[in-house]
């Protein structure tokens, strides 16, 4: 009760984990009540063995979308296809969603699936239809040991509000630190099995292999809870991959090459370099940019929903709307610069710098959405994107300017300040679990078959091209130089997307479940 006034309705679960024996019914009654796919789940039964022989207990854990009261996953949908109702259930519409996954990096409880078939995300929708004819979910109804409670938390006379009540104190929510305002309460639960990556991960589970969605080896300096083995649990894919690895490098470039372009004269560019390179360079890359974040969405031929439905709140939308701005601007640039009015182009070289900046600084801030993902969320990122695009502007242009050692010595500059702040990600303190394991797994993150991009990064894409760089600067090389600037160029670009693929493979790979 607020002011007089009962405070607007929340629903929620309380799970008496003094009661559930784990037998799935609440699973199998999800997925049948809700169509949902095999191997994805709305609700699943997380299973925990602690201690050693013959002293072992198995505990249970049914985990869930915990409907919050501030709901990263509702900010962070471009398309409104995710929203809070006036009861406190956050329902999605299937039918609006563009498979961008942005929903699934934003949740930190991992409630959140891709139906493959339909290409749209899916989650607990707390049975709304069920609710909206006075009947309780299909997960409360089928439970033989009456251990799910479901009501309006708000509503003090409702069974779940009088016993988050009574037991005040003992019940435990997931990940209270994101400050989402988790709605599921666990009474009698073993702690553990709420804190993720606490307990090993064997590679057999109870009845199965554990699901290949993330091979990479627990680093061995995270700590384990000792004797503390999950030995079921539902498989969670790493969602974002390649393309957006890839995308952080070629914004980047555009970003660059804009931002470079009014300072190409102290740079020593010359004609083409100083005339056309930079802006041709920038709507280039920029195109790329658009059609990595398009082919990256699970329902790609729905992108124009950016447009038609916006959700404002998103960094996912005010990310289109700065790259929309940045490209007019660098193409009434070049047409400027085309039909002979040069003073407008140089002009307007100075609106396409500092939307150059937005443009390499405002995945930090779609990054902060994501709050699922704590290492993304560090503050050394919005730095380390300005410092990136320097880095591929200055490689993107080295090859067109005539050998600048300006521009030589700029993306020397440049990788080393990204060198720093890469190793600086890895070693500085983190304020959560989930960061400090994600940066645990950056040494170790994989591509492919690359086993430590991360590693080669750092070699491959920093210390050979600051060599090939210092080489070129030695009198006798002078006429290989361009050569060696070109190469240090592109082993510079490669080295970035090497780390840009562990930096976000890294994020989604502790669990959240």
């Known amino acids: 009760m607020m002011g007089g006034r009962r405070a607007p309705m929340q629903y929620g679960f309380l799970i008496d984990h003094r009661r559930c024996i784990g037998c799935h019914a609440c699973t199998v009654a999800c997925k049948s009540e809700n169509d949902v796919p095999i191997a994805s789940f709305r609700t699943w039964v997380k299973y925990q063995e602690k201690g050693r022989f013959p002293a072992v207990k198995r505990h249970f854990a049914v985990l869930r979308c915990n409907h919050c009261t501030k709901a990263p996953c509702v900010t962070i949908c471009p398309v409104n296809a995710l929203s809070k109702r006036k009861d406190g259930i956050v329902d999605l519409d299937r039918d609006a969603c563009i498979g961008c996954r942005a929903c699934m990096q934003g949740c930190p409880y991992d409630a959140i699936y891709l139906n493959e078939d339909t290409g749209a995300a899916e989650k607990c929708h707390f049975c709304a ?22 009501g309006d938390l708000h509503e003090p006379s409702s069974r ?57 080896r627990w680093p061995a300096d995270l700590p384990l809870a000792p004797d503390t083995r999950t030995v079921l649990d539902a498989g969670h894919k790493v969602e974002w991959g390649w393309h957006v690895a890839a995308y952080l490098v070629t914004k980047g470039i555009a970003a660059g090459a804009a931002i470079l372009a009014p300072i190409g004269a102290y740079l020593g560019l010359e004609g083409f370099a100083a005339d ?6 920038a709507l280039v890359f920029l195109v790329a940019t658009l059609v990595l974040l398009v082919h990256d969405l699970a329902r790609p031929m729905l992108f124009f929903r950016l447009l038609t439905r916006p959700n404002t709140k998103s960094w996912l939308v005010k990310g289109g709307w700065i790259l929309g701005a940045f490209g007019a601007t660098v193409t009434a640039s070049l047409g400027a610069r085309w039909f002979g009015f040069d003073a407008v182009a140089d002009g307007l070289r100075w609106v396409n710098a500092a939307l150059g900046l937005a443009v390499a600084g ?3 801030f779609l990054f902060k959405q994501c709050e699922g993902r704590d290492l993304w969320q560090g503050n050394l990122v919005l730095p380390h994107l300005i410092v990136q695009a320097l880095l591929c502007g200055s490689a993107a242009l080295l090859p067109f300017s005539n050998a600048s050692r300006e521009v030589a010595v700029l993306l020397a500059g440049s990788l080393v300040v990204h060198s720093a702040l890469m190793l600086l990600e890895l070693r500085q303190k983190h304020s959560t679990d989930n960061a400090r394991q994600a940066a645990a797994f950056l040494p170790v993150a994989e591509l492919g078959a690359i086993k430590r991009p991360f590693a080669l990064a750092n070699i491959l894409g920093v210390a050979v091209p600051a060599l090939l760089i210092a080489l070129a600067s030695m009198e006798a090389l002078t006429p290989g130089v361009p050569y060696l600037f070109a190469l240090a160029a592109l082993l510079g670009l490669a080295g970035l997307y090497l780390y840009e693929s562990a930096f976000v493979r890294a994020g989604q790979l502790p669990p959240l479940s």
């Not at 609710?131 to 409670?149: F, H, T």
């Not at 009088?162 to 104190?169: I, K």
């Not at 056309?276 to 360079?281: D, F, K, T, V």
């Open 129 to 150: 239809h069920r609710v909206e004819k006075g009947l309780e979910p299909a997960c409360v109804v089928v439970c033989p040991e009456g251990a799910i409670i479901a």
């Open 160 to 216: 779940i509000a009088q016993m988050v009540d009574e037991f005040q104190g003992e019940t435990l929510q997931r990940r209270t630190e994101q400050g989402t305002g988790p709605n599921v309460h666990y009474l009698g639960i073993e702690p553990t099995l709420l804190k993720p990556g606490e307990a090993s991960r064997p590679d057999t589970y109870l009845w199965s292999d554990r699901p290949p969605h993330k091979l990479e």
């Open 276 to 281: 056309w390179a930079p802006e041709i360079l």
């Open 362 to 364: 405002y995945t930090a």
